[in-house]
């Protein structure tokens, strides 16, 4: 299983950008998808997430500013950033979590996207 993250690139404060997450691969379902970022000298820290009955969690810090979305039918998240934050500057990765035909869950992550927010 393959994610490939794209979308990310320089913005300044208070624009907007559009991450997407495509999985690709011998994929039976999957279970949850999320986004992760990783500030230099930070630890990864979720991001918001998104499980298989719709459910969604975000980090206090971008709630009200980020939403996601998966089309399942293309095995597709998206994170749709309104109000940019220098403090949002950060590698994004996406996660997804999979489950293989014999009911096993696995978890992949993307390479990871830039996202620089600044003037």
């Known amino acids: 299983v393959q994610l490939q993250a794209s979308g990310g690139g320089l913005v300044q404060p208070g624009g907007s950008l559009r991450l997407s997450c495509a999985a690709s691969?011998?994929?039976?379902?999957?279970?949850?998808m999320g986004w992760y970022r990783q500030a230099p000298g930070k630890q990864r820290e979720l991001v918001a997430f998104?499980?298989?009955?719709?459910?969604?969690t975000y980090a206090d810090s971008v709630k009200g500013r980020f939403t996601i979305s998966r089309d399942n039918a293309k095995n597709t998240a998206y994170l749709q950033m309104n109000s940019l934050k220098p403090e949002d500057t950060a590698v994004y990765y996406c996660?997804?979590?999979?489950?293989?035909?014999?009911?096993?869950?696995?978890?992949?992550w993307g390479q990871g996207t830039q996202v620089t927010v600044s003037s």
């Open positions: 691969g011998r994929i039976f379902s999957i279970n949850a």
């Open positions: 998104s499980n298989s009955g719709g459910s969604t």
């Open positions: 996660n997804a979590i999979v489950r293989s035909g014999s009911g096993i869950l696995t978890s992949y």
